[in-house]
């Protein structure tokens, strides 16, 4: 992958959607911090030369990660991170005082440690919805409070070629010394990729443990984890009352609207002629041509991530950034500091 001279440290950074987008736009990632032990032996798989801090973000100091990442305070160009979401998404119960959403705390601590001259935040759209509008307001406030000039929009991951209707928050914000007037990447897909397309050339058959032909099994994971990535992938067993809500229900209707006593609303048949809906990390949603739920390969496709990338468990995939998306996000941020670095050019 080019370079593009940019650096890049990414916080609450999962199983590393948005790391690898970051890497397609050409950034130089000198640490990731995650908590999760699955998250971060995914991490460590596909980014094996990238340094991860594992553990809790609380109990790492702004001196510890200027150390890691090999940086003094305000070398850093992009700061990057995506705060957990679950006491704030639509898709759960949406408890104002659930202590995960003021994790973005720590986010806005090592902010003013780094210093960098832009950062990017991601969070679910369901944060300006109802009651969550003072936690969306707080936390721009915190961020321009910061010494960052902040703008935030709503993206659709489709508009960047990801099959799938994924809302998301995306702050971003240049440092008040750039001068500049931060903004967003224009949409780069004209139409959304239907669920068939994306999956017309998956082989369920070709691409089974493909990780594993690849050489791309990271030593390290737990044994039950190797043994369930490596188990075949073609149907899952489902109980005869999962079976019959599938065949009640339409392509794009949830099973439960089917058949009420059966599943959840985040479980849909997918309609083949759209976009998937959000995947989730609870729930996975199902095949519209054969009873069954889709395969983590399949998620995969719909999450914007190459099937050789390695996921020991579904719930990183629903909880992960697409690719594409981060990568547009990349290269627009990219484009705003080189504008800077020509401003400051000319005024010299």
């Not at 030369?49 to 090999?70: H, V």
């Not at 210093?115 to 003072?134: D, S, T, Y």
């Not at 928050?169 to 001068?179: A, K, N, P, Q, S």
């Not at 791309?216 to 149907?235: D, F, G, I, S, T």
Request: with cysteine; hydrophobic share 40%.
């Amino acid at each position: 992958m080019s370079r593009n001279g940019l650096t890049l440290v990414s916080l609450f950074s999962g199983c590393g959607g948005s790391s690898l987008g970051y890497l397609a736009a050409g950034y130089d990632i000198r640490l990731a911090v995650e908590w999760d032990r699955a998250a971060v032996s995914a991490y460590r798989a596909n980014f094996p030369a990238t340094p991860i801090y594992e553990g809790d973000i609380c109990a790492l100091s702004g001196e510890e990660a200027l150390r890691l990442a090999g940086l003094e305070r305000g070398e850093l160009d992009v700061l990057d991170g995506s705060p957990p979401c679950q006491g704030v998404s639509i898709a759960g119960k949406r408890r104002f005082a659930d202590s995960r959403n003021r994790l973005f705390e720590e986010y806005i601590r090592l902010l003013g440690a780094f210093e960098p001259r832009a950062l990017v935040m991601e969070n679910v759209a369901g944060l300006r919805k109802g009651k969550m509008r003072l936690l969306f307001a707080e936390i721009t406030a915190a961020l321009k409070a910061a010494g960052y000039r902040v703008s935030c929009r709503e993206l659709n991951a489709w508009w960047y070629g990801v099959p799938q209707d994924r809302r998301r928050l995306i702050w971003v914000g240049l440092r008040g010394d750039l001068g500049l007037a931060p903004s967003h990447p224009a949409p780069s897909a004209r139409r959304a990729v239907p669920v068939a397309e994306a999956l017309g050339s998956v082989s369920v058959g070709s691409i089974r443990n493909a990780q594993y032909r690849n050489g791309r099994r990271p030593p390290e994971l737990p044994a039950p984890m190797l043994e369930a990535a490596k188990a075949p992938m073609v149907r899952e067993r489902h109980s005869p009352a999962a079976v019959e809500a599938w065949a009640a229900s339409r392509p794009g209707q949830s099973l439960r609207r089917a058949r009420r006593f059966v599943g959840s609303f985040q479980s849909v048949r997918l309609d083949p002629s759209r976009p998937s809906p959000t995947q989730t990390a609870a729930h996975r949603n199902w095949r519209w041509d054969e009873p069954r739920y889709l395969t983590l390969e399949e998620a995969k496709v719909l999450q914007g991530f190459p099937v050789s990338f390695w996921i020991g468990a579904y719930r990183l995939l629903g909880n992960s950034v697409p690719p594409p998306l981060a990568e547009a996000v990349g290269r627009h941020v990219a484009g705003l500091l080189a504008g800077a670095e020509r401003g400051h050019a000319r005024a010299r």
